[in-house]
């Protein structure tokens, strides 16, 4: 498993309660594969470490995936078609299918890819300075074809954000804290391009960025020419590799790259939890955040999960086992 910094050994415990919680609630058990497959989670963990060493963008791709797994059909490994995923997602693909490999070889049909998401999304954040908490595991894979899920988008507002996320069970505070994720990564200048140029109706810039962030933008993605960025532009300026709550930093101070990221601090109630991970120094307050973090993980992982006897254990994570009659499928 990812080794831990001490200053996260105190948070560990007390979301050892909480995973306790996840586990009653939904099913799941911690140490699902102890007797199954005992080095389920260290063959994760190592996969994710040696392609982390490689890459450390691929970080953020595994996070997305499981994001995006949970939000569309539940957390059942439903992750969609791998030639439609962005760049950074298709390289986290790439850790999922090389870690679920490696456990079929040791383990055949026996661990999910549902679970290999949520734990190598776990140990990605690890890796990337942040917390680490113990997973639930138990998740079977879903066996419905992947159809668009209506995920949060860049362009959403705040209320569109809510009423998007309360369909999962997350309230505000989850909102926050999973958009928090932010703080690694990065996007493509097509998705806030709208924003440096001709925004108002005025043809004026988008107000809510900072003045000289915009000018830095602008030379990254010019008006004319599509994305001169060739790696990708931060999310989280300054800090884009690094789990800490620079991210809710840059949102106060007006430069947030998305949108829907900036928008969180035009909101009165988004707006003081942005603040309360912001603060005003070190110390405490990133501690707050990486306690929060966990518990908003543990509670998104928890959605919609197949246990028992439902859906599959599937040998590849990128195609059903079999076949499936047409009038089997459910949208």
């Given at each position: 498993?990812?080794?831990?910094?001490?200053?996260?050994?105190?948070?560990?415990?007390?979301?050892?309660?909480?995973?306790?919680?996840?586990?009653?609630?939904?099913?799941?058990?911690?140490?699902?594969?102890?007797?199954?497959?005992?080095?389920?989670?260290?063959?994760?963990?190592?996969?994710?470490?040696?392609?982390?060493?490689?890459?450390?963008?691929?970080?953020?791709?595994?996070?997305?995936?499981?994001?995006?797994?949970?939000?569309?059909?539940?957390?059942?490994?439903?992750?969609?078609?791998?030639?439609?995923?962005?760049?950074?997602?298709?390289?986290?693909?790439?850790?999922?299918?090389?870690?679920?490999?490696?456990?079929?070889?040791?383990?055949?049909?026996?661990?999910?890819?549902?679970?290999?998401?949520?734990?190598?999304?776990?140990?990605?954040?690890?890796?990337?300075?942040?917390?680490?908490?113990?997973?639930?595991?138990?998740?079977?894979?879903?066996?419905?074809?992947?159809?668009?899920?209506?995920l949060p988008a860049p362009t959403d507002s705040i209320p569109v954000l809510r009423e998007k996320f309360a369909a999962k069970g997350l309230n505000n505070h989850d909102l926050v804290t999973l958009v928090g994720a932010h703080t690694i990564g990065?996007?493509?200048?097509?998705?806030?391009?709208?924003?440096?140029?001709?925004?108002?109706?005025?043809?004026?810039?988008?107000?809510?960025?900072?003045?000289?962030?915009?000018?830095?933008?602008?030379?990254?993605?010019?008006?004319?020419?599509?994305?001169?960025?060739?790696?990708?532009?931060?999310?989280?300026?300054?800090?884009?590799?690094?789990?800490?709550?620079?991210?809710?930093?840059n949102l106060r101070d007006g430069n947030g790259v998305l949108e829907s990221d900036q928008r969180l601090f035009g909101d009165s109630e988004t707006q003081r939890i942005v603040k309360n991970y912001a603060g005003n120094g070190r110390g405490l307050?990133?501690?707050?955040?990486?306690?929060?973090?966990?518990?908003?993980?543990?509670?998104?992982?928890?959605?919609?999960?197949?246990?028992?006897?439902?859906?599959?254990?599937?040998?590849?994570?990128?195609?059903?086992?079999?076949?499936?009659?047409?009038?089997?499928?459910?949208?």
């Amino acid at each position: 498993m990812v080794q831990m910094e001490p200053k996260w050994l105190v948070l560990l415990v007390v979301i050892l309660g909480l995973s306790w919680f996840a586990e009653t609630q939904q099913g799941l058990i911690h140490g699902f594969y102890s007797s199954s497959c005992p080095k389920a989670e260290a063959i994760v963990s190592s996969t994710v470490v040696t392609h982390f060493k490689k890459d450390p963008t691929i970080a953020a791709g595994v996070l997305k995936l499981h994001f995006k797994d949970c939000f569309f059909q539940g957390c059942d490994g439903s992750v969609g078609d791998i030639d439609a995923l962005p760049d950074a997602e298709l390289r986290g693909f790439g850790v999922i299918d090389d870690a679920k490999t490696k456990l079929e070889t040791l383990c055949p049909g026996v661990v999910s890819c549902a679970d290999i998401l949520a734990l190598a999304a776990r140990d990605a954040v690890g890796l990337s300075g942040g917390p680490i908490w113990p997973v639930p595991t138990g998740r079977r894979d879903g066996r419905l074809l992947f159809v668009s899920p209506d995920l949060p988008a860049p362009t959403d507002s705040i209320p569109v954000l809510r009423e998007k996320f309360a369909a999962k069970g997350l309230n505000n505070h989850d909102l926050v804290t999973l958009v928090g994720a932010h703080t690694i990564g990065q996007t493509d200048c097509s998705s806030f391009q709208y924003r440096l140029y001709n925004f108002t109706a005025k043809g004026n810039a988008d107000p809510t960025i900072n003045q000289a962030f915009l000018a830095q933008l602008r030379a990254l993605c010019p008006d004319v020419g599509g994305n001169v960025s060739k790696s990708g532009v931060p999310l989280d300026k300054g800090s884009q590799f690094k789990f800490d709550v620079s991210f809710f930093k840059n949102l106060r101070d007006g430069n947030g790259v998305l949108e829907s990221d900036q928008r969180l601090f035009g909101d009165s109630e988004t707006q003081r939890i942005v603040k309360n991970y912001a603060g005003n120094g070190r110390g405490l307050l990133g501690l707050r955040f990486a306690f929060e973090f966990p518990k908003a993980m543990i509670k998104m992982s928890s959605i919609g999960v197949k246990t028992g006897t439902q859906g599959e254990i599937r040998k590849t994570c990128s195609r059903f086992n079999q076949s499936i009659e047409s009038n089997e499928i459910e949208y």
